[in-house]
């Protein structure tokens, strides 16, 4: 059994929006005052507060508050262990010795969504046939919600979103995923800036999918909305309703963007049963080039160009989409080691390292192979993959025993 979201659109009416704000800044508050609560234990006595020394505590703040009682137990208790959570995390990183990032109190603008799981005070019941649905909440009522799941299963918690001044619902469904596949291929893929990415079968026959280039189609859209909002006083009405506008253009920008990655992962996942692409870490990618005082960096502007770029196209959300998809499939998702691969470098006919720079779009080696640099990545990646490249330190692996490629 598997985890999915599936998002839906709500449709409050203008009294369940009022209460859905109120029981939002509600949550907002308890966030806030439970961490203020453990900030303050821990320097009066150097000990923590626990998730189960709060949540017990919600019976005398219900008393104290009879705001609160309007809103279901359970849910409120998701808010405290949403708190919990963020403690959690700060203390792994602060044993592996990352940047710690101390749990921060949250204004209503930064505190979009609350959430839901088990008990009672709310439910949701889809349609018979997974399109739309009606979420029920004690103390707010019956609202309609549009939206489809592709695979219905058992509703396990939900989130209620606050988002551009509209209400969505994400909720997440135990089920067991199945997509169809027509094919049994194999692939390599290369992702990139100039192309969105090009996909390469085993025999060397490619194609290159174009890049939509979201940013710079809306860039000349949006920039009088956002000149609109820098010349307005920060916090007044017409400032508020600018950004607003702004917001708006923004969300449509990425629901375009969000759409088209769900068609192309659709596609390719039907297609493809082996799927092999490099490992992207797309945080040293689009990393600043400013440096320090001391030793300042080059080409910062181009750079910083660049990392938008890169931003625009998603990459990391891509290619988990492509990743699920394929292994709802039955096939198979397969990242290689950039650092031991490769694969830009890398010739896939000898096998032999070939340096190149960013700027060179063709790959050339002295054993005769020629064809687009990008195209002779996907190529290396595919034959890693499948332990066939010569000398690679993969060679004689299969991916799967029982694959068959075409």
């Not at 960013?358 to 790959?363: A, G, M, V, W």
Request: with cysteine.
């Amino acid at each position: 059994m598997d985890k999915r979201k599936i998002n839906y659109k709500l449709y409050p009416s203008q009294s369940q929006s009022e209460r859905l704000l109120e029981s939002l800044r509600l949550h907002q508050q308890l966030y806030n005052a439970a961490l203020q609560e453990r900030i303050d234990c821990y320097r009066k006595t150097g000990k923590s507060i626990s998730y189960n020394d709060q949540q017990a505590s919600l019976t005398q703040i219900r008393a104290d508050h009879p705001e609160y009682k309007a809103i279901p137990v359970y849910i409120t208790r998701m808010t405290l262990r949403r708190l919990d959570k963020a403690f959690k995390a700060f203390f792994e990183r602060v044993k592996k010795g990352q940047a710690p990032g101390f749990p921060r109190f949250r204004s209503l603008s930064r505190f979009s969504s609350f959430e839901m799981c088990g008990g009672s005070g709310w439910a949701f019941i889809p349609e018979a046939n997974g399109k739309h649905g009606r979420l029920s909440i004690n103390g707010i009522g019956r609202i309609k919600a549009r939206g489809k799941a592709r695979t219905l299963g058992k509703v396990k918690t939900s989130q209620v979103i606050h988002k551009h001044g509209q209400w969505f619902l994400s909720v997440t469904v135990e089920c067991e995923p199945v997509r169809a596949c027509k094919g049994q291929k194999a692939c390599g893929f290369d992702w990139g800036v100039e192309y969105l990415g090009t996909v390469t079968h085993e025999n060397g026959e490619h194609y290159a999918i174009e890049n939509p280039r979201y940013y710079r189609d809306s860039k000349e859209s949006l920039l009088p909305m956002q000149q609109a909002v820098s010349r307005k006083k920060r916090g007044s009405n017409r400032w508020k309703r600018a950004c607003k506008v702004l917001t708006q253009a923004r969300a449509k920008v990425a629901r375009q963007r969000h759409h088209d990655h769900h068609q192309l992962s659709h596609d390719l996942a039907k297609e493809y049963t082996l799927f092999a692409t490099e490992k992207l870490t797309i945080r040293n990618m689009t990393r600043t080039a400013k440096g320090t005082l001391d030793k300042p960096g080059k080409m910062v502007k181009q750079k910083s160009g660049l990392n938008r770029e890169i931003l625009d196209t998603a990459p990391a959300k891509l290619l988990a989409m492509i990743h699920y998809k394929v292994e709802e499939t039955g096939g198979e998702f397969v990242e290689i080691p950039t650092r031991k691969a490769k694969p830009s470098q890398r010739c896939p006919a000898c096998w032999e390292v070939v340096k190149k720079t960013l700027s060179e779009r063709t790959h050339q080696c002295d054993c005769g192979c020629t064809m687009p640099r990008d195209a002779a990545s996907g190529l290396v990646a595919i034959k890693w993959a499948l332990g066939l490249g010569g000398n690679s330190p993969n060679a004689g692996h299969s991916a799967k025993p029982l694959l068959s490629v075409a």
